[in-house]
């Protein structure tokens, strides 16, 4: 009985301290350079909102935020790495909506999407769009489809990697429609597969806007569609599927700050109220748009349910990613 009425005052005593343990937390961090690891090569679109954010909040956090490109099956290796980390606020991962594509289809992962990270705040949300050569003999996205289901199989299109969100988008269009496409995963990046489409050897390219535009703007590369349920407000031109193609298409990625499990709430709260703070910046948002991006901050609760709808939707397509 003594003992618990012990445990029960020191219980009572240390409870008013815990605000104040909080604060102390938030106000000791960050003390040291912020690693912020991303999944995908210098250049790509998680690499650029990287860099241009990096600005913002190196000034407002006070200590420099150095990027980490790890590239490699398409964002597992990054991932797995982190999900290893300290939870200290020092290593932050700007996690892509790929990330709840492969943690829906590849039951082989080291890491638990959902257990091993904690998500801090979404920051920008694109569609992706489809891609040919100018002189492509394609010039509609139901032209493609069509000729793709009158010879099964002999078209080609290319995406960034087995089980990406590119590849899940033309997959849930094959799903819809019966048509059979072979795919052409690369490891990243915009060179390889624009040699390719110019050259003849693919037939068409799904890609990101902000990888696509200076291609899309001086007429190196052609649009065919882009894949959310409204037109881009930078190429209002270009058609959406689901109003070409299958009604209520509509595959949107998005951009996210997440750290490995365990996050002090108090390092948590710095981190969101500094993302609110960088993206409120007009310039920081006026780059971000420019480059096909929808900036809105997301509260962690939001983030969280984001994920598990994407891994909902996602994962009647797990097949495809075992047979691929």
């Not at 009985?1 to 219980?11: E, N």
């Not at 010039?139 to 990406?164: I, M, W």
Request: aromatic content about 8%; hydrophobic content about 40%.
């Amino acid at each position: 009985m003594k003992l618990r009425r012990r445990s029960v005052l020191l219980a009572a005593l240390a409870t008013p301290a815990a605000p104040a343990i909080a604060r102390a937390q938030a106000q000791a961090w960050p003390a040291q350079t912020i690693r912020l690891i991303h999944g995908y090569d210098a250049g790509s679109n998680p690499d650029t909102i990287a860099r241009h954010l990096s600005v913002p909040l190196t000034e407002i956090l006070g200590q420099q935020i150095v990027i980490e490109p790890r590239p490699g099956a398409a964002e597992r290796l990054a991932a797995s790495q982190v999900a290893r980390l300290k939870p200290d606020g020092y290593s932050l991962y700007l996690m892509t909506g790929g990330q709840a594509v492969v943690s829906a289809t590849d039951k082989t992962l080291s890491y638990d999407l959902l257990r091993d990270f904690d998500f801090i705040s979404i920051v920008t949300r694109f569609p992706f769009v489809f891609t040919v050569a100018p002189d492509s003999r394609f010039k509609t996205v139901q032209a493609y489809f069509d000729e793709a289901k009158k010879n099964p199989g002999t078209l080609t299109y290319g995406t960034s990697g087995v089980g990406s969100t590119l590849h899940m988008a033309v997959e849930l269009v094959l799903a819809k429609t019966g048509a059979k496409l072979t795919h052409v995963p690369y490891k990243g990046g915009i060179g390889q597969p624009y040699n390719d489409l110019v050259a003849g050897r693919l037939d068409m390219h799904v890609i990101t806007f902000s990888s696509a535009q200076p291609l899309l703007r001086t007429d190196k590369l052609r649009a065919l569609a882009v894949t959310s349920k409204e037109r881009h407000p930078g190429f209002p031109d270009v058609p959406t599927l689901s109003e070409t193609l299958i009604p209520d298409y509509d595959v949107v990625s998005w951009l996210g700050f997440t750290s490995p499990a365990g996050l002090p709430p108090a390092v948590r709260n710095r981190l969101h109220e500094a993302f609110q703070q960088a993206m409120a910046r007009p310039e920081i948002k006026a780059k971000l748009e420019e480059l096909g991006n929808d900036t809105r901050v997301s509260t962690p609760a939001e983030f969280r349910s984001r994920v598990e709808a994407d891994m909902a939707r996602w994962r009647p397509l797990a097949h495809v990613v075992s047979q691929s």
